[in-house]
């Protein structure tokens, strides 16, 4: 039910108030992104992962 709802009010909403939203939702994903940091693997990580039966299919 509350998904129903949802969904009305979303089909009331203007276009301004749509396009604020997907602003504002393009502004947490930048900063998500930027907060976001890759892991480095160490020397046990990498020969683990190339010792991995299925590793050598992914390698390019």
Same mark, same amino acid.
């Given at each position: 039910?509350?998904? *129903? ?11 301004? &108030?749509?396009?604020? =939203? ?5 502004? =947490? $994903? ?6 976001? *940091?890759? +892991?480095? +693997?160490?020397? !046990?990580?990498?020969? *683990? $992962?190339? !010792? %991995?039966?299925? &590793?050598?299919? %992914?390698?390019?």
């Amino acid at each position: 039910m509350i998904q *129903v709802f949802g969904l009305l009010m979303l089909l009331g909403r203007g276009q301004a &108030s749509k396009d604020m =939203e997907i602003m504002v939702l393009r502004h =947490e $994903l930048a900063v998500l992104r930027r907060e976001v *940091v890759r +892991p480095k +693997p160490n020397w !046990a990580d990498r020969a *683990v $992962l190339a !010792a %991995h039966p299925t &590793s050598r299919y %992914h390698r390019t």
